[in-house]
């Protein structure tokens, strides 16, 4: 066993505190991790708060890991001790069904479905057929903990050139607005809408103009318009578009896809009239009951809408070594674990554009019990 | 001018009566039409009725026209006199657009959309651009009537070996679910959902079948149950379905397509977790704001629904030659145009698994006034 620490949650209500607990030690085809860095995500939040309704408690998150590898297993042959790596949203699937073969990892159709580096398996146990339970295990803790303990192939390599602290968003922020935009073929010369400048919206509108695509960013906030400028992109105010089709609108059919970030539910219809002929707006930030579509926009002009969850493995070390090469990073803000419950408070207000990376070295031992 | 006679109605609330009118000379591109049968389709219904909000008064519906040419213009070359022909959802498109270019009448961007068969563009003028209005009129009165007069390159063969009044259905309820069937690319092997089994379940379920597909057939109809397995797919009740995700259902995670034929709001919920990883949901039946999609079931194995709208002329043709080809065709029931307001009674109960044709040999001029 390893003893290691972290922040963790006990309840729906309670803020995060420090939490002692223990880790299985190495497999032989695991890699113990220290952890230097771990994004805050929006998802930390719905699950710390169990707003999806499927948190095991004690609920300790973080899954946009950095760190540095300090023991492997015997047969491990992928990292080696001081490597700089990281962790994204999963650290193993069942490595059977189509998806896992076929290398979405992130669509895993085994009984549990993928297990989440906190929060444990996507499907428990006790919603799983036969009550499988593929991991042997109900709970995961993740990366707000000075240790990590994954199987190899689940562990990414941290690209030179890429700042450690901004790397970290960019495996859970990054690699899901990275797997859309690359399923749907962004390609020079296109024309992308991003809804929402948080996290997820900041990434996404850089990796779409390094791909060679016009970017427009929609946001609700008047102060993140120059930012859209200051990043490369045209800024729009949300409340500008109306649900009523107007075709003098200049905007009205002429983007390629339209990515929603939002992290809550929204009204996409606003949204569908700007869609060209075919093309599709994807949600990936809010994952529940959206508002209704109208359908009177969707089948006149054949538009789809359609969901996306993170990425996969391949796909996470693309996001990685896509942004080194590109020069591409989130603004973070790095922040004291202490702090993080404050954090919490500020990202739930939605006026936080940067990203908040906490520095696990202000993690200290001796406040946890 | 050309003394006319049909059956339309001056408010959303009274039924349809006989009523006298003129349709407009042939044009040189133009091809007269004296009709044979028209079916009778839901949305007749929902526009007699202004259920849609968009309907122009009176309101003659009728967008499923078997006839035989007439008259000829100079310079129409496609058709001849004695030809029997068949009349879809479009009479006319803006020629100029991009999808009109490709093709795709039904989808066109012009000012005022395509020109419907009935009840005018599909933008009125009063919504479109600076007012546009690009076909000189705000209403057109269709089908249910003894004579049409049509651009000829919107009026479609019927090819040898369709039964007249059979063929009638194919021109809306067929080329509907036949443009889906294509565009998601069905093919031998694949398996399709259903559902609603009315007019256009009952076709797209034959259609499917002669593509080499496997059908299944979901309706809220237990009568109904049998009659999918006469036509050769499975029939499953809705209410088997149930919303929560149930991973032990065989159906679960088996369909490349699922089309909802059916023509008001239902949930669509229960069907999402039928879909393959990455398939698509198509809603043609319904054109309004869905019940809310839950996007917890759409991320998680990157499924979409998107809309469908008819099809294009190309497509119309293709329907009529593959059903003429393959054998297909609605059942359909000969109805005396004076009862058509007890038809649209039991079509809007939603227990009419076949067609209603209207035989135009029932219409007396005598009636009209």
């Not at 990054?174 to 390609?187: A, E, F, I, M």
Request: aromatic share 6%.
């Amino acid at each position: 066993m390893i003893e290691a620490v972290g922040y963790a949650t006990s309840h729906s209500f309670t803020g995060l505190k420090p939490h002692k607990f223990e880790r299985d030690d190495a497999k032989p085809n695991e890699v113990v991790i220290d952890v230097l860095y771990c994004g805050v995500c929006h998802s930390d939040i719905h699950q710390a708060k169990n707003e999806w309704g499927n948190t095991v408690y004690p609920c300790m998150p973080g899954h946009e890991v950095v760190g540095r590898v300090s023991a492997v297993g015997d047969t491990v042959t992928l990292h080696k001790v001081g490597d700089l790596v990281g962790v994204g949203c999963m650290i193993d699937s069942c490595r059977e069904c189509a998806p896992c073969r076929e290398g979405d990892q992130n669509y895993c159709e085994g009984p549990n479905s993928w297990l989440a580096t906190y929060n444990g398996p996507m499907i428990p146990a006790k919603k799983a057929p036969n009550e499988a339970n593929r991991y042997n295990r109900d709970n995961t803790f993740g990366g707000y903990s000075n240790v990590l303990v994954v199987p190899e192939d689940f562990v990414l390599k941290i690209p030179a050139g890429l700042k450690l602290e901004a790397a970290a968003p960019l495996l859970c922020a990054g690699v899901t607005t990275y797997s859309p935009l690359k399923h749907w073929g962004v390609k020079a010369g296109d024309k992308v809408g991003i809804v929402g400048f948080g996290g997820l919206g900041d990434i996404a509108a850089k990796m779409a103009i390094a791909m060679g695509a016009t970017v427009t960013l929609f946001t609700t906030d008047e102060e993140k318009l120059e930012e859209a400028v200051r990043i490369g992109a045209t800024g729009v105010l949300e409340k500008k578009l109306t649900e009523e089709v107007d075709p003098t609108n200049p905007l009205t059919r002429t983007f390629d896809l339209i990515l929603s970030t939002v992290p809550k539910k929204h009204d996409l219809n606003p949204y569908l009239p700007l869609l060209k002929r075919d093309k599709t707006m994807v949600v990936m930030g809010d994952l529940g009951p959206l508002e209704p579509i109208n359908n009177m926009q969707t089948a006149f002009h054949r538009n789809g809408v359609a969901g996306s969850l993170i990425g996969s493995i391949a796909e996470t070390q693309e996001v990685l070594n896509f942004c080194a090469e590109h020069g591409i990073a989130h603004d973070v803000q790095l922040l004291d674990i202490k702090d993080i419950n404050d954090a919490y408070k500020e990202v739930e207000k939605g006026d936080v554009r940067f990203r908040y990376v906490i520095d696990l070295a202000t993690l200290n031992a001796q406040d946890a019990h």
